[in-house]
């Protein structure tokens, strides 16, 4: 039988959260758990958008200037709340895509300043993932052009000489699920293939050294690639459960300055929570949520 978070740990999540969360977070909170608003969400993320309609100081890119990073950050909360093409936010966001887009390297810079190289940075497939799933607003030609691009540079994420080449694979996971077919199968079959090489499977190191946590693969048992790694996806939530901090928070497993952790605590907390409503894995008063 899965463990299940206490209803006791699920509301030291919340309270850490609603004390120390960010505004994105704690209303992602709400849209998932208390029946909020996903305009609510749409709302805080305009704070974060440019004029130019890209995002800036979401956790990855920049906190000053807007940059695809963050702009990747933006997208997962606005599809994961149903926002639409006829939502500003999204037009904006999708035109800065598209104006951001560097023909010369053929590939997105992930952070200002860094310099370019190639395709495979994360979070470049992950970007076209968003353009397919708004695709009203992409001409047809950008469209296809960065499609080409992302089938014939997929299979060589493997040979990154990045450690952390497992973004690159979940930017690809995330493609996928937004993808035409035959592209869709293709991708997700080459990913099911080396899924085994790409999660990490000892429990010591999910909590000493960056790594791909199996459940960031298979959030929910309706993932493409669940059925593959199921039982290490349990046993990495149920290590969630084991390890949360007692002020509530699920802890970084690598070390983040003092700004920056406050960030990216509030992101894996409700990431967590997310991943285990989910599966099915916490507790309420009378029934799991």
Not at 127 to 151: M, S
Not at 170 to 198: F, G, S, W, Y
């Amino acid at each position: 039988m899965k463990k299940k978070l206490s209803l006791e740990q699920f509301l030291r999540a919340k309270d850490y959260l609603m004390s120390h969360g960010r505004d994105i977070e704690q209303h992602l909170f709400r849209y998932y758990f208390e029946h909020g608003s996903s305009g609510h969400v749409i709302n805080a993320l305009k704070n974060y958008q440019g004029e130019d309609g890209g995002f800036r100081n979401l956790g990855e890119g920049h906190a000053v200037i807007t940059n695809v990073m963050d702009t990747s950050m933006a997208f997962q909360y606005l599809s994961e709340v149903g926002a639409t093409i006829n939502d500003e936010i999204v037009q904006k966001g999708i035109n800065y895509l598209i104006a951001a887009y560097d023909h010369e390297h053929e590939g997105w810079q992930g952070r200002p300043y860094q310099q370019n190289r190639g395709w495979l940075d994360n979070p470049c497939a992950e970007l076209v993932g968003y353009l397919y799933e708004y695709r009203e607003l992409v001409p047809v030609d950008f469209l296809t052009h960065v499609t080409e691009k992302a089938i014939s540079c997929m299979v060589a994420f493997k040979d990154s000489d990045d450690e952390y080449y497992f973004l690159d694979a979940l930017c690809l996971l995330r493609l996928a699920v937004r993808i035409d077919e035959p592209h869709q199968t293709k991708i997700l079959e080459m990913l099911a293939n080396n899924i085994p090489e790409i999660i990490e499977t000892n429990r010591e190191k999910w909590a000493t050294t960056y790594c791909a946590k199996p459940f960031f693969f298979a959030h929910s048992p309706n993932s493409p690639l669940f059925l593959r790694i199921q039982h290490d996806v349990i046993r990495s939530l149920e290590n969630e459960i084991d390890t949360q901090a007692e002020d509530g928070h699920f802890v970084l497993n690598w070390h983040a300055i003092e700004e920056s952790a406050v960030a990216w605590k509030s992101i894996w907390t409700m990431d967590a929570l997310r991943a285990l409503q989910h599966h099915h894995m916490i507790e309420t008063k009378n029934t799991a949520i």
